[in-house]
């Protein structure tokens, strides 16, 4: 058995539990990180920061190679027409996942936080504060953060009944190399599908999430991979330029959307919750990980009474989420909805693009931080 030694334990060294445990040492607190990998790796995956998280990034301390965005721009992705070009302004940023879990952790390594690589955590028992390992020993802590995502032991320690429903729709992931891609992130949409993409590492790789429309349920796992051509099989119907940028995919990666909605509690004992063990996000607002980097610093500030936390920050994240829904919505229609919809946009991109983005301002200028 292995006695309590540390202030705080954060279970799962992602972007949001490296971000909470740095958030809680420069609180003072000791701070122990147990992650099952073998190595702080992430495979390749881009992610967007928006003002809100990039703030906590920035009071954390960290700064990873960044790529500004200057834009969202919507395409109606059958003929290829601009929708709308939305101007973001500052403080919107993309960045190679990779790049960031590395300069979260060299972070870490700065702050003399203790990372504890391949240790597997089998189950979390008692009040929150035992962690049974693979073989079987016992390890004690004092408080346990639970940053191992929505299949991790925490989760099922603290919300073991809350089970997710499937969206009816897959979405595929893959990077590949490009030359002079705009410093936008591009949405082409059209009926039962889109396509998100966007520049990473100095403009040179290309992120790609595309989202199907599907009745079958799939396997909910970043890992499953997937034959390319059924990919560019899915957008064949879209402009000339998807289905060349579609033509370079060599590697793809499909997972089933599923609706976790918010967890119905963050904490249970010893044992609270953040990121996607708490409220896993669907892919269509851009803020899993800012929400996951808010998360790690306001609970840091507020460990002492994470019921009160819980109850400050739940309206905030129940509402990102019907946001994102909506988004998915507004992506895929079609007939006279998508026509209207999109003349509607048109108009806006001539008078005052910057005008839908005005009702995000609610997410993206809060700065949790203050």
Same mark, same amino acid.
Request: contains cysteine; glycine residues 10%.
């Given at each position: 058995?292995?006695? !309590?030694?540390?202030?705080?334990?954060?279970? &799962?060294? &992602?972007?949001? &539990?490296?971000?909470?445990? $740095?958030?809680?040492?420069?609180?003072?607190?000791?701070?122990?990180?147990?992650?099952?990998?073998?190595?702080?790796?992430?495979?390749?995956? &881009? $992610?967007?920061?928006?003002?809100?998280?990039?703030?906590?990034?920035?009071?954390? /301390?960290?700064?990873?190679?960044?790529?500004?965005?200057?834009?969202?721009?919507?395409?109606?992705?059958?003929? /290829?027409?601009?929708?709308?070009?939305?101007?973001?302004?500052?403080?919107?940023?993309?960045?190679?996942?990779?790049?960031?879990?590395?300069? +979260?952790?060299?972070?870490?390594?700065?702050?003399?936080?203790?990372?504890?690589?391949?240790?597997?955590?089998?189950?979390?028992?008692?009040?929150?504060?035992?962690?049974?390992?693979?073989? #079987?020993?016992?390890?004690?802590?004092?408080?346990? $953060?639970?940053?191992?995502?929505?299949?991790?032991?925490?989760?099922?320690?603290?919300?073991?009944?809350?089970?997710?429903?499937?969206?009816?729709?897959?979405?595929?992931?893959?990077?590949?190399?490009?030359?002079?891609?705009?410093?936008?992130?591009?949405?082409?949409?059209?009926?039962?599908?889109?396509?998100?993409?966007?520049?990473?590492?100095?403009?040179?790789? +290309?992120?790609?999430?595309?989202?199907?429309?599907?009745?079958?349920?799939?396997?909910?796992?970043?890992?499953?991979?997937?034959?390319?051509?059924?990919?560019?099989?899915?957008?064949?119907?879209?402009?000339?330029?998807?289905?060349?940028?579609?033509?370079?995919?060599?590697?793809?990666? +499909?997972?089933?959307?599923?609706?976790?909605?918010?967890?119905?509690?963050?904490? !249970?004992?010893?044992?609270?919750?953040?990121?996607?063990?708490?409220?896993?996000?669907?892919?269509? +607002?851009?803020?899993?990980?800012?929400?996951?980097?808010? #998360?790690?610093?306001?609970?840091?500030?507020?460990?002492?009474?994470?019921?009160?936390?819980?109850?400050?920050? !739940?309206?905030?994240?129940?509402?990102?989420?019907?946001?994102?829904?909506?988004?998915?919505?507004?992506?895929?229609?079609?007939?006279?909805?998508?026509?209207? #919809?999109?003349?509607?946009?048109?108009?806006?991109?001539?008078?005052?693009?910057?005008?839908?983005?005005? #009702?995000?301002?609610?997410?993206?200028?809060?700065?949790?931080?203050?």
């Amino acid at each position: 058995m292995t006695t !309590r030694t540390h202030d705080v334990t954060v279970l &799962g060294a &992602g972007i949001g &539990g490296l971000a909470c445990a $740095i958030a809680c040492r420069l609180r003072g607190l000791s701070v122990e990180l147990i992650e099952q990998a073998p190595a702080l790796t992430e495979v390749g995956a &881009g $992610i967007q920061i928006a003002p809100n998280g990039g703030r906590v990034l920035d009071a954390l /301390g960290v700064r990873p190679r960044f790529l500004n965005s200057s834009a969202v721009h919507l395409i109606d992705g059958p003929t /290829g027409r601009s929708v709308i070009g939305m101007p973001v302004g500052s403080g919107f940023r993309m960045v190679h996942r990779a790049d960031l879990i590395a300069a +979260l952790a060299a972070r870490a390594t700065a702050l003399d936080i203790p990372v504890h690589l391949n240790n597997k955590i089998m189950s979390v028992a008692g009040e929150g504060g035992t962690l049974i390992t693979k073989g #079987g020993e016992t390890r004690l802590v004092t408080r346990l $953060i639970g940053a191992d995502g929505a299949h991790g032991v925490t989760r099922a320690f603290v919300a073991p009944d809350h089970k997710p429903t499937f969206t009816g729709q897959v979405a595929w992931r893959a990077v590949v190399p490009v030359d002079n891609w705009p410093r936008e992130a591009q949405v082409h949409m059209g009926p039962g599908r889109h396509l998100v993409c966007y520049p990473l590492r100095d403009g040179r790789s +290309l992120n790609i999430v595309a989202v199907e429309e599907r009745s079958e349920w799939t396997v909910a796992s970043w890992s499953q991979t997937d034959d390319p051509e059924n990919l560019r099989q899915a957008f064949a119907g879209y402009a000339a330029p998807v289905r060349d940028l579609l033509a370079r995919v060599e590697e793809v990666h +499909l997972w089933g959307l599923m609706d976790h909605g918010v967890t119905p509690n963050w904490t !249970r004992g010893r044992c609270t919750l953040i990121g996607d063990a708490a409220h896993p996000t669907l892919p269509f +607002l851009a803020q899993g990980a800012n929400l996951a980097l808010e #998360g790690a610093w306001t609970l840091a500030q507020r460990l002492d009474d994470p019921e009160r936390w819980d109850k400050l920050r !739940r309206p905030r994240v129940t509402r990102a989420l019907a946001a994102a829904g909506a988004n998915a919505r507004n992506y895929h229609l079609s007939g006279a909805k998508r026509r209207v #919809g999109h003349l509607a946009l048109r108009v806006l991109d001539r008078f005052a693009p910057g005008l839908p983005l005005l #009702g995000y301002r609610w997410l993206y200028d809060a700065d949790v931080t203050v």
